[in-house]
C-alpha cells in the first residue's frame, strides 16, 4: 500500500517507521526540514511527499495538531486520487471530525475515517519515535465516509504494525472518554508534581511517585489544545475528581479516621471492579475477533 505522512513528529513518524516496516511504501512529509532529515536518517519514509506523487496514495495519514488539521485537509484533498482514504491520529475528535464531513462534501470521491492510536510517550518529536510504538495498542475509529471495504484496509494495516484492537466510536464518545482516560490525568499529574515536595522525592519516592508524574512532562502546545477544546468534557470530570479529593481532606481535617478508611476502601474496590470490567472486555473482543 502507499501510504502518506503529514507530520513527522512522536505519533507520524512512529506511524510512518512502523508501515515503512511492515513493507508500504511510505511518503513523508514535515514541515521542518531538520526532521526531515533525522526521519531520513531513521528510514521513516521511502520517499518525500510531495506535490508530484500525492496522487499515488492509497492512503493519508495527517499528523498534526488538531487546529491545523482542516488548512492541510483542504491544501492536499484536491491532490489525492478517487478512493484514497485521509485519516488523522488527534486526541480530540469533534474539531476533526466536522473539518471531515465539510471536506466530504467537497470531494465526495474521497474517504475521511477519524482515528485515534492509544499509544504515546512521555516525549515528542522524531527524535523518540519507534517502529513497535503500537505494539499491542488499540485503535479509536470514528468513520466519517467510508464502507466496510475501507475499515477493513485500515483494520489490516494497523494489525500489521501490531494494534491488539479496533474500536468503533463516534466524535462524542471519544471525547467524552478521553477526558477521562488521558487529559485529565495529565491535569492531575500536573498538579501534583508541582508540590515544592516534588524536588525533594530522591531516596523518599519508588513506582507511586514515578507512575503518578510521568505525564507532567509533555509537548504543552499540543497539550493545552487538547484539553481547551474538549473543555466542557474535562470540566465534568475535573468537577468529580476535586469532589473526591475533597472528601479525602474533609476526613483528615475532621480527625476522621474512620471515614478515611471507609473512602480508601471504595478506591480499592473501585479498582478491583475496573479490573473485571477490563478482563471481560479483552474476553469479548478476543471472541468478536
Keep these: 500500500m502507499n501510504i502518506g505522512v503529514i507530520g513527522l513528529g512522536l505519533i507520524g513518524g512512529s506511524l510512518a517507521r512502523a508501515f515503512k516496516k511492515a513493507g508500504n511504501t511510505v511518503f513523508g512529509y514535515d514541515i521542518s526540514q531538520q526532521t526531515m532529515l533525522k526521519a531520513e536518517l531513521l528510514e521513516a519514509y521511502t520517499k518525500p511527499l510531495d506535490k508530484d506523487n500525492y496522487n499515488q496514495l492509497d492512503l493519508l495519514i495527517i499528523a498534526v495538531y488538531p487546529r491545523s488539521f482542516d488548512n492541510i485537509l483542504q491544501e492536499v484533498a484536491p491532490k489525492l486520487k478517487d478512493g484514497a482514504i485521509i485519516l488523522d491520529i488527534a486526541g ?19 474517504k475521511f475515517v477519524a482515528t485515534h492510536p492509544m499509544a504515546g510517550k512521555e516525549f515528542w518529536g522524531i527524535n523518540h519515535s519507534s517502529s513497535s510504538l503500537f505494539e499491542k495498542a488499540s485503535l479509536l475509529v470514528a468513520p466519517v465516509k467510508a464502507d466496510i471495504a475501507d475499515l477493513v484496509k485500515i483494520k489490516k494495516a494497523f494489525v500489521k504494525i501490531g494494534v491488539a484492537s479496533v474500536v468503533m466510536t463516534n466524535a462524542e464518545l471519544h471525547d467524552k472518554r478521553i477526558a477521562y482516560t488521558s487529559q485529565l490525568a ?11 515536595s516534588a524536588l525533594d522525592h530522591d531516596g523518599y519516592s519508588a513506582g507511586s511517585f514515578r507512575d503518578l508524574t510521568r505525564v507532567a512532562k509533555l509537548n504543552a502546545d499540543m497539550w493545552s489544545q487538547l484539553i481547551f477544546d474538549n473543555r466542557d ?18 476526613a483528615l481535617c475532621n480527625n ?3 471515614q478515611l478508611n471507609i473512602l480508601l476502601a471504595e478506591g480499592n474496590e473501585q479498582k478491583v471492579n475496573v479490573e473485571k470490567a ?8 478476543n471472541e468478536n475477533d
Excluded at 471530525?97 to 465539510?102: F, G, I, L, S, W
Aim: aromatic content about 8%; proline content about 3%.
Design 278 to 285: 477490563t478482563r471481560e472486555w479483552k474476553r469479548i473482543h
Design 233 to 250: 468534557n474535562v470540566i465534568k470530570e475535573l468537577d468529580i475528581f476535586i469532589d473526591n479529593i475533597t472528601r479525602f481532606r474533609n
Design 186 to 196: 495529565h491535569l492531575i499529574s500536573s498538579s501534583y508534581v508541582k508540590s515544592p
Design 256 to 258: 476522621d479516621e474512620q
Design 92 to 110: 480530540t475528535k469533534r474539531v476533526i471530525v466536522e473539518a471531515m464531513k465539510k471536506a466530504s462534501q467537497q470531494y465526495p470521491n474521497l
